[in-house]
């Protein structure tokens, strides 16, 4: 059975609020409130309790898209059984053709992937258009995507990227990190660091956490523009401070690297205390031999000079924090 945590399925159930905005019923009758219809199905959801929820769902199933979207998605996370994509895909394809904006994006990446069905690429590349043309401008990146790889349509890659390109400049954040991680790898696409660090700054502006974390880490190595040790430790922080792990270890460097005070001619007390936290909940969730034989160096230069009074203040501020990532 697939776990789930909290944020996330507060984030997919976001989706599926969002799934639809209004439904055309028929002339002679009021507009439905889809959402209205399920509001005891997603109060049980809410509380995780995932028989009732799912049940309460499968009752509207029948005349209720919304419902039907809601179930795809209880089969493609999990949630309360083992995960089943095929299942979820034929939810997706109902709700799509009832006009769900997400259930359309969806049904795109069952046909692209071939998941109970046979692989599509024209097909898929639809359904990514009309869930465009809904409202979900990342869809055009997931068009974009078919493009570029060439696998189920025509290779096209500045077709591809024109498409990705789109759903950025409609303000996608995600579209934004996706369309920045072409440009930077350069496997697909030809490498463009500076336009990588342009559009991770583009979605780091925008929340995206991944985003942050690698704008961070290509504004400290100099990829894509000048060195820029604050720019890069402010948005590495933030990442960190949001609960992205990859950014714990970075930081705690940037910290150690950072200039002494010069009346002291060591690490500011601050700095240092910032070094000994973050370093301590990279070891937390770190299982990188490599990265965990660096976190031991650093963790022995800290003990060696910080004031061991510190520490218990120090590690409750760490395990409070490390309390709310993995709700993350």
């Not at 904006?101 to 998941?115: E, H, R, S, T, V």
């Not at 990588?196 to 894509?224: K, P, T, V």
């Not at 922080?237 to 910290?255: C, D, K, N, S, T």
């Amino acid at each position: 059975m697939v776990s789930m945590n909290s944020k996330h399925m507060v984030r997919l159930a976001a989706i599926a609020a969002a799934a639809t905005l209004s439904y055309a019923a028929p002339a002679a009758s009021a507009p439905r409130d889809l959402g209205a219809e399920l509001t005891t199905a997603n109060k049980a959801l809410a509380a995780k309790d995932y028989s009732r929820a799912y049940a309460l769902f499968a009752r509207h199933a029948a005349n209720n898209p919304l419902a039907q979207f809601s179930l795809g998605l209880f089969e493609r996370e999990g949630w309360g059984r083992t995960s089943n994509p095929v299942a979820a895909c034929n939810w997706f394809e109902k709700a799509a053709h009832s006009n769900i904006p997400a259930a359309q994006q969806f049904l795109g990446d069952c046909l692209a992937k071939g998941i109970g069905r046979e692989v599509d690429g024209k097909a898929a590349e639809s359904w990514y258009r009309k869930a465009a043309a809904s409202g979900i401008a990342y869809a055009l990146c997931s068009a974009g995507e078919l493009y570029i790889e060439g696998k189920t349509l025509e290779k096209d890659v500045d077709r591809g990227l024109a498409l990705c390109l789109a759903a950025a400049q409609a303000d996608s954040a995600p579209a934004m990190l996706r369309l920045a991680d072409y440009y930077r790898d350069g496997k697909d696409v030809p490498q463009n660091l500076v336009a990588a660090r342009y559009w991770y700054e583009q979605a780091a502006q925008r929340h995206q956490h991944e985003a942050q974390y690698r704008l961070g880490i290509m504004m400290s190595e100099g990829h894509g523009g000048d060195v820029d040790i604050p720019s890069a430790l402010f948005w590495l922080e933030h990442a960190a401070m949001e609960g992205y792990r990859p950014a714990y270890l970075p930081v705690a460097i940037l910290y150690a690297n950072a200039s002494p005070d010069p009346k002291t001619g060591m690490l500011s007390p601050e700095n240092l205390a910032k070094v000994y936290m973050w370093n301590s909940a990279a070891k937390a969730r770190t299982t990188n031999a490599v990265q965990l034989a660096e976190i031991e160096r650093i963790e022995k230069m800290v003990l060696a000079v910080m004031p061991p009074q510190w520490q218990p203040d120090l590690d409750r501020k760490v395990a409070e924090h490390l309390a709310k990532d993995g709700a993350l």
